[in-house]
């Protein structure tokens, strides 16, 4: 994933993300977990990340936290809304007469979080239309 920003020197800085999803066994959802360097591949502060988040949901749905399976501190998008909004989606599909298929779940998460990290680019090779 990719966050382009421009600063005050009219350069253009290019973050690079690193995304791992697991699976949150408390909220039986997926759980999104970001990482990050600049153009000069020096790793991302949280100050840093949360530059490229939503204000509304930095520090709040979005901390950092011990990544359960790398053990080192990353940004964490908290899962306890994601089956909640999610379900939301799914019905906009069936109301609008089509079915979502098991396969395109993983792209509806990604379109979701999009909504918490708008600065960031996703690689869509599907489209999916609600």
């Known amino acids: 994933m990719i966050s382009v920003v421009q600063d005050e020197k009219e350069e253009v800085n290019v973050r690079l993300y690193n995304i791992s999803i697991t699976y949150d ?5 997926p759980r999104m977990w970001l990482s990050g360097v600049d153009s000069h591949k020096k790793q991302l502060t949280n100050e840093e990340i ?7 949901y930095a520090n709040k749905t979005v901390t950092f936290e011990s990544h359960p399976y790398l053990g080192i501190s990353q940004a964490s998008i908290h899962p306890c809304k994601h089956a909640e909004v999610m379900k939301i989606f ?4 069936k109301e609008n007469g089509k079915k979502l ?6 792209f509806l998460f ?4 999009n909504a918490v990290i708008p600065t960031i680019e996703y690689d869509f090779t599907v489209d999916l239309a609600l």
Not at 50 to 56: L, R, Y
Not at 101 to 106: N, T
């Open 90 to 93: 799914i019905d906009m599909v």
């Open 50 to 56: 949360f530059e490229d988040i939503m204000s509304d």
């Open 25 to 29: 066994m408390y909220y039986y959802t």
């Open 110 to 113: 990604l379109k979701f979080m």
């Open 101 to 106: 298929e098991i396969h395109q779940a993983l």
